[in-house]
């Protein structure tokens, strides 16, 4: 009776373990495409962040550091942006609005910054309003620290629950031994805020000694996507593995999420980063890939312009250059399907105001999906 006791465990225990989903290694190309694409934003180098403004005009972050307003089809630069550290993967990166903009006025931006004693740059996170063609009233809700010349894993993507709270990513930064599991330091997290920088009374290591208050889960590598659920609220993350061990993820308050502790990756040279994918007190991922497809950006589709792809994801691969189309049931992926294969390193996706997939694409720009009748 005993064995049979500790032998339940250790299958509860290991149930528990295998509840992440490795990527089908098929995925699917339509023999004809149910869309078609328009450049709908041309000439755009790095487009990393976009965001639709009321009037559906939209803003447009480039990685260089200029912020673009889009509208009846010219481009107009932001003036009075902030000062942009541009090295690597960092620069401008992302942008969300308020979920009450239209009374407020305040959007968020998160980019590089050198500011602080230390050479290089960490990520910073700004909101601010947008007055004719520049911004005003900038503060500067939090910076992390310490900068560091490294140019990887800025994270930097920026998303609101249904309460309010401010959720935003940042990159361990390419120092993984390091970061992603000191709660001490920035870097490999999520974090949450009040929409005005305050941190949370909840939040889960406000009273731990040390620890960056403002963290909300920890364990992440390089999180460049960032999405609220259309129906739960929970907000979801995709993040960069090294090579193999892109992961997606529903970000839960206080877990750690394993990197690089646990892993499904390897070392770019081919070596081994560690021998576990699975460890007690590591979250697993809902879905990961194998080998990585290098995710950028992401979106939840609840459109009824697009009924078949209705309560799919869609993340944009910079290194295959299409973008993947995951159909979910469950919480678990039954369907992959390339999109727009071959168009180019898929930065950013979004679903704008009128129903339309909009899709930015390095050194091309951003392109609307119309379906076909």
């Known amino acids: 009776m005993k064995n049979s006791i500790v032998f339940l465990c250790f299958f509860v225990v290991m149930h528990n373990f295998s509840c992440a989903q490795k990527a089908d290694n098929e995925i699917h190309t339509p023999e004809e495409s149910s869309f078609s694409t328009t450049l709908f934003v041309p000439d755009l180098q790095i487009p990393w962040g976009m965001v639709f403004l009321p009037d559906e005009s939209l803003l447009i972050t480039e990685k260089s550091g200029s912020l673009i307003h ?43 910054s050198s500011e602080g004693k230390e050479k290089g740059g960490h990520t910073a996170i700004m909101r601010a309003k947008l007055e004719g063609n520049a911004l005003v009233e900038k503060q500067l809700l939090y910076k992390a620290s ?32 390091v970061n992603p599991q000191d709660l001490s330091r920035d870097g490999g997290k999520i974090y949450r805020l009040h929409d005005d920088g305050r941190v949370p009374e909840d939040n889960p290591f406000i009273d731990k000694e040390g620890a960056k208050t403002a963290i909300f889960s920890y364990g992440h590598r390089n999180p460049q996507g960032l999405v609220k659920h259309p129906e739960t609220g929970n907000i979801w993350d995709h993040e960069h593995g090294p090579r193999g061990g892109d992961e997606i993820n529903i970000v839960t308050k206080g877990k750690n999420y394993g990197w690089p502790v646990v892993t499904y ?3 770019y040279s081919g070596s081994s980063i560690t021998d576990d994918t699975e460890l007690p007190g590591m979250e697993q991922p809902l879905y990961y890939w194998v ?35 995951l159909e979910l049931k469950d919480n678990k992926v ?4 390339k999109l727009m294969d071959g168009i180019g390193r898929v930065r950013c996706v979004r679903q704008g105001p009128d129903g339309y997939i909009y899709v930015a694409v390095e050194r091309k720009g951003i392109y609307k999906l119309i379906p076909k009748n």
């Open 265 to 267: 990756g390897i070392n």
């Open 70 to 112: 889009f509208k009846d089809g010219e481009k107009k630069l932001i003036e009075n942006c902030p000062e942009v550290y541009v090295r690597g993967q960092g620069g401008l990166l992302d942008i969300e609005l308020h979920p009450n903009y239209e009374n407020n006025g305040w959007l968020y931006l998160s980019y590089a």
């Open 291 to 325: 080998p990585s497809i290098a995710p950028s950006g992401m979106a939840f589709v609840t459109s009824n312009k697009y009924p078949k792809w209705k309560g799919s994801i869609l993340v944009g691969s910079l290194v295959f250059q299409y973008l993947e189309r």
């Open 334 to 337: 039954v369907y992959r399907e």
């Open 146 to 177: 310490p900068n560091t010349t490294r140019g990887q894993h800025f994270g930097s993507r920026i998303e609101f629950d249904n309460e309010g709270y401010l959720y935003f990513s940042i990159g361990e930064r390419g120092e993984r031994d």
